[in-house]
């Protein structure tokens, strides 16, 4: 295909900021050549982005992807008692097939509002990846990793390793790491293995990290020590990505500096919306962290529309520093596009609009009266664009929506209504 006279973001820091009129075919999956007034080959699928902005997709760094069923349940709690007294015993009832469809209602979100790939912690990955598959999102996913009782954590390990061995390099749109839930969930020698496990693999590790003040107690009465120092000893050289780290001091945060292989994947709204805080990721840019955004689960995240993760963002440090000088919106952009691609391993393949990477591309439409007179394109989609500016989606090369209809529409009300039947068994 090809798209013509395009606004155009590449995240490539390489080229201009924004380049106007530009043209980017897509052969197969992947971006054949970046030019102006390309000329249309034989048979070539025509896209005309004239005053729309062109630019990777956003990329979700974390994530519960069949919690969608889970949202507006959280409020007046705190996170433990959520998760425990709520959540938990409401997850024992869910069945294979509920979490493919609640996965699938999730990717039908992501489409729609311009995400084309998310981190997933969860279990029964098998369900979520079938429905990856189906509606062709990129999926980077993991079994949850833990051992609260008995030979749950070795279970878990080797229902990991049989999902690596089942699905690893079959589908290009699917990856995986290596995903402990915490260390407050999870023992030393147990994350010793898992670290293990990675290295052996070469694959990532994805934990929760600092979220609250009882996880903070829960690690230092477990481990004896600092969370800081916990991460120091145990995670020096492997390639992490932390959620969360909302409980970090600067001086804590100056140390995991020191850690040159550590990405963070700031969730503001579900921080703000669980009480835990705000994360500093001000601080953490400055000391040259790699800082991505995600939304959680949407049981604590609401949504998972990255446009408004990317906002509060933005404006919390603002607010927090009192500095309206601190992340600038660019800055933010980049943590929803390249920086999340950095910080999956994924920097290579997915994050900006480069020749020779896959085609995963969306088109956000300015033509809304929120965002008109555009003075600042890239301030604008930051602080005004919502998902429903999306109006196409492309991953792989492949358009899963364009001109804001999906490929597969008539499964979007069959989908919703499986999910609130779903809601109407377990509670």
Known sequence: ?????????????????????????????????????????????????????????????????????FRETVDGLPLQSWLQDKIWPMEDKLTKQDIYYA???????MIRTGTTTINDMYFMTEQIIEAAEVTGIRLQTTRTLMDLSGEEGENRLKELKTLIKNYQGKDDRVTFNVGIHGLYTASKPYVEKCIAFAKENDLNIHMHFCENTKEVKDIEESYGKKPIEVLEELFSNE??????????????????????????????????????????????????????IGTDGQGSGSNLDLWESMKYAALLQKGIEEDAVQMPAYEVLKMGTINGAKALGLEQKIGSVEEGKLADIIIVNLNNIVMQPVNDIIADLIYNAKGNNVETSIVNGK?????????????????????????????
Do not use: W
């Open 239 to 292: 390639k992490v990505l932390l959620a969360h780290c909302v409980k970090l001091s600067k001086e804590e945060i100056t140390r995991l500096s020191q850690l040159k292989q550590i990405s963070i994947s700031h969730c503001p709204v579900s921080n703000l919306k669980l009480g835990c805080g705000v994360a500093n990721i001000a601080e953490m840019v400055k000391q040259g962290i790699n800082v991505s």
């Open 103 to 109: 996965s699938y209602l999730s990717f039908l979100e």
């Open 399 to 427: 358009i899963l929506m364009e001109n804001y209809q999906l490929q597969f529409e008539n499964e979007e009300a069959e989908v919703i209504e499986k999910c609130g039947e779903i809601m109407k068994r377990i509670q």
């Open 1 to 69: 295909m090809l798209i013509q006279n395009a606004i155009l973001i590449t995240m490539d820091e390489k080229r201009e900021k924004i380049e106007r009129g530009m043209d980017i075919r897509i052969k197969k999956n992947k971006i054949e050549k970046i030019g102006k007034h390309l000329e249309p080959e034989q048979n070539e699928k025509i896209i005309d982005a004239t005053n729309k902005v062109v630019m990777p997709g956003l990329i979700n760094t974390h994530a519960h992807i069949p919690m969608s069923i």
